[in-house]
């Protein structure tokens, strides 16, 4: 039979144990650290920070082990001399990349075959490389132009859709250079 003298010295014994922990526990957080100005403990402090940084983004795997990009079903580009990065959608199914402008009209300059455009506020006129044709049989003009996805910085040729908005990356723009992973978005960074 265990008498009260003795639950009162078990009780004692947990208190003082728990108390202890806790003191230990206020030592951890409120233990004095060493701050340094050095530059040589900075540099060394900002090495193992970018190590850190490193590691994480390599969990994220932006790249195949041969160097194209992954590409999730959207991501976001710059294009022509934007600097409003617009979310395009993947398309590998498609032949040739799409991008929806306004006001679109044809002209000629020097006997080629020129077109006129807006996009994104802003008026643009560029030589048509070729001519394709829609689903509906209507003919589409063909322009090269400057898009920056990621570290990429390329010229793409592009259907214009005239009344269209958004645009569309086919599979001119990713043969020999991406793959998409179509159960993610946005893998790449934001092109600067």
Partial sequence: MVTAAEIKAAAKEQTEAAEKKVIKIKKQVFAPTNVTTDK???STASAKLAAVNHKQKATTKKTTKDGMLILGHHEWVLVLSGTQHISAYIDPKS?????????????????????????QAKEYKYPVKAWEKSDDQKRLPVVLLRTKLGDRNDEVAYQLIDGGNGVVLGENFMRDVAVQNSQRKYIQPQAK
């Fill in 95 to 119: 032949s040739t990349s799409r991008i929806g402008v306004k006001d679109l009209v044809e002209f000629e300059r020097d006997g080629d075959n020129w077109v006129k455009f807006i996009f």
């Fill in 40 to 42: 040589i403990t900075a």
